[in-house]
């Protein structure tokens, strides 16, 4: 193992670190088929994630994803719904998975606090009006959330899988 390291040189090393470093403790996420997307296929990322540095800074806490007015919105895991209403005039679903809450924004839910939800279940429709996400108000975006206490998380982590570095030679 330690000769891997030698042929890899120290400049390798220090950018392996950086990387590793800069995954964060979103690395642990790990996806499973108890998550799945919260919109019927085709998933098309319009905007991805982007951390603040601190929660109170400009990101994009989530990512969007391109969807159709009136779209059902899917409960990307099971759990139990948190809040369902409007917040700052939109319509917004929180579901509690345990650890995780997941968020989804503008939708009409039709779901209300305390149900319990499975994955894949709709939870609301996609409401129309305006959108940050396209010109047409017929183009919409759904913009799904993931947190872990007051930590934003990626939520494509959920269903792409967890970051792993395997050994220099792995065949896994």
Known sequence: ??????????L???????LVASLGSSATVQASSQWSWPLEAP????RAFDRPAQNWLPG?????????TG?????AGSGIVTFAGTLAGKGVVVINHGSFRTTYEPVQPVVSVGDRVTR????????GGASHCASSIHVRCLHWG??????YLNPLLLISGRIRLLPIGSSR
């Open 60 to 68: 994009h806490r989530g990512v969007d994803l391109k969807a159709q």
């Open 43 to 46: 998933h098309t990322v319009s």
């Open 12 to 18: 390798g090393l220090a950018i392996i670190l950086a």
């Open 120 to 127: 894949g279940q709709e939870i609301g429709t996609l409401a």
């Open 1 to 10: 193992m330690w000769g891997a390291f030698r042929a890899l040189g120290w």
């Open 71 to 75: 779209q059902p919105a899917l409960a």
């Open 146 to 151: 993931l947190r872990r206490g007051n930590e």
